[in-house]
T-cell receptor
Framework: EDKVVQSPLSLVVHEGDTVTLNCSYE??????LLWYKQEKKAPTFLFML????IEKKSGRLSSILDKKELFSILNITATQTGDSAVYLC???????????FGTGTRLQVFP | DTGVSQDPRHKITKRGQNVTFRCDPI?????LYWYRQTLGQGPEFLTY????????KSRLLSDRFSAERPKGSFSTLEIQRTEQGDSAMYLC?????????????FGEGSWLTVV
């Protein structure tokens, strides 16, 4: 059965710290991996990764995919309190059009 | 606002009652999804439509759940004879179904509490 595992489940840091969130997956016919940020509402899209080794970057957030080892990381540098959220990882397979989500990593950034 | 919109945002109902949620996807997105999310969990896939055709349903979707997208635009999700275990946030999402992976965009969600 396809699955996505995120770690750590929870992370508490101070403003200015750098964090790395992990996502490993097992899926047949992998197509893409997506990262979402969820505050107290719906998930908002961050990145989609389809190829190994290519870093996607947006401001202080970046992500990279390793298709050989079946994982992705999401880095956040110089964290701010506004980064506090649950970060969700999801994967999509070619034989289906749905996303399979992990349980998320809850990040809390304190001033 | 041209995002995915859902209605109602919150619903409290007594066990055994029926509830219906509506979703209006982003214009011209031909794929529409329903997910369910409980506290501390990621969203779980329920069903999805390509235009008006319902192409996949999860095993999570019992006979009490039915979804429609009659004209390929908005969709409804109905839960009959609600149970306390149905309490969750019901998320609708849509995507344009391009050839390059499937970025889906979520609505704000409809919170259901069954008492």
């Amino acid at each position: 059965e396809d699955k996505v595992v995120q770690s750590p489940l929870s992370l508490v840091v101070h403003e200015g710290d750098t964090v790395t969130l992990n996502c490993s997956y097992e899926v047949t016919n992998f197509r893409s991996l997506l990262w979402y940020k969820q505050e107290k509402k719906a998930p908002t899209f961050l990145f989609m990764l389809t190829s190994s080794g290519i870093e996607k970057k947006s401001g202080r957030l970046s992500s990279i995919l390793d298709k050989k080892e079946l994982f992705s990381i999401l880095n956040i540098t110089a964290t701010q309190t506004g980064d506090s959220a649950v970060y969700l990882c999801a994967v999509e397979a070619y034989n289906t059009d749905k996303l399979i989500f992990g349980t998320g990593t809850r990040l809390q950034v304190f001033p | 606002d041209t995002g995915v919109s859902q209605d109602p945002r919150h619903k409290i109902t007594k066990r055994g009652q029926n509830v219906t949620f509506r979703c209006d996807p982003i214009s011209e997105h031909n794929r529409l999804y329903w997910y369910r999310q409980t506290l501390g969990q990621g969203p779980e896939f329920l069903t999805y439509f390509q235009n008006e055709a319902q192409l996949e349903k999860s095993r999570l979707l019992s006979d009490r759940f039915s979804a429609e997208r009659p004209k390929g635009s908005f969709s409804t999700l109905e839960i009959q004879r609600t149970e306390q275990g149905d309490s969750a946030m019901y998320l609708c999402a849509s995507s344009p179904a391009t050839g390059e992976g499937n970025t889906i965009y979520f609505g704000e969600g409809s919170w259901l509490t069954v008492v």
